[in-house]
């Protein structure tokens, strides 16, 4: 599992319109990946948070250029084990809390000591470090 940002070009109505336009089953078939999402609008355009795998990012990203919808995405999963995104959500905060405790490993945390120091550790690096 990776933590993703999606940008796309659409204001909150196109992306509402777009969502009121799909056919059941093709909502049926987005709410059936497996993936934990927080939609937020910046700058007048909406963006996304995802926690999902690769397999379902790519079914994503075709969903999207299938409509000629104009977007881009960046893996911020890195961003996210060094604490350097803070979400507006708190249940998708929740969703993040629980990935990191599930997908963290010794190397990030080495690697964020060597980046930010020793007093970046949260409790569950630390969790992490004792429990290895």
Known sequence: MFVYKIDTKLTKKEAEDLYKSLTFQEVEDLESYDMKAFDIEINGKM???VIT???VLTRIILFFRQRSIEFSYEDITDDV???QIKFEDDDFNKNIDEF???NITVDHILDKINQFGIE???DTDK???ENN
């Open 127 to 129: 969790m992490k470090l």
């Open 100 to 102: 990191i405790k599930e």
């Open 120 to 122: 970046s550790l949260t």
């Open 47 to 49: 963006s996304s948070y």
């Open 81 to 83: 084990f060094f604490n």
């Open 53 to 55: 795998s690769r397999y």
